[in-house]
């Protein structure tokens, strides 16, 4: 008797996503690459970010964590729709007499590929290919979530958005964007790249 085994590989866990798969894989060292320019960034930009205190800091940069990032997902324009609806997304929308803050896209979205339960990131995939937003799939033997943690200074994090504020975080994800041909397959609606 033996018994079925459900294959590790996360580009499986995500295929419940519509087919939002591309082809492209980065092997360990690029990996490794990323992770540390997106270090050195957010150290070269911490520097620069004044008397703003880290926390907030890096809360302007980033959305931290799987419900900040589904939550902001969720406020972004479809893609479909992102033209039409410029007016609405540089106006702060008021809910009850209060004004919220202006939505700020993001621009790409890091997903650990040891997440368990594994659906806990399944649905933003899906949710980001919606949207445009190019979605890397971190696997690690050293633990993705642990790694994307370091990144923006917390114990562990299962997913990671960058936000769309031109700075010099955003430069360094265009250059990790164009040197993945991301760019090349905009055949799919939101790539999803898994790095090992």
Request: charged share 25%; hydrophobic share 40%.
């Amino acid at each position: 008797m033996s018994k079925k085994r459900k294959s590790l590989n996360p580009a499986n866990s995500l295929k419940g996503s519509k087919g939002v798969l591309a082809s492209d894989f980065i092997s360990g060292d690029d990996l490794d690459d990323l992770l540390s320019k997106l270090v050195r960034t957010v150290e070269i930009a911490k520097a620069s970010r004044g008397s703003l205190p880290e926390k907030i800091w890096m809360k302007q940069q980033f959305a931290i964590g799987v419900n900040d990032v589904t939550r902001v997902l969720e406020r972004m324009p479809h893609s479909v729709t992102a033209s039409h609806s410029t007016q609405r997304s540089s106006e702060a929308p008021t809910v009850s007499g209060r004004r919220q803050a202006p939505l700020v896209p993001l621009q790409a979205v890091l997903v650990a590929a040891d997440c368990n339960p594994k659906w806990l990131t399944k649905h933003i995939p899906a949710l980001a290919s919606t949207r445009q937003v190019p979605v890397f799939c971190v696997k690690d033997n050293k633990g993705g979530s642990l790694r994307l943690g370091h990144v923006v200074n917390v114990r562990t994090a299962l997913a990671i958005g960058v936000k769309a504020k031109d700075s010099i975080v955003n430069k360094t994800i265009d250059e990790v964007l164009k040197d993945s041909k991301l760019v090349a397959n905009e055949v799919t609606p939101s790539p999803v790249t898994c790095l090992d």
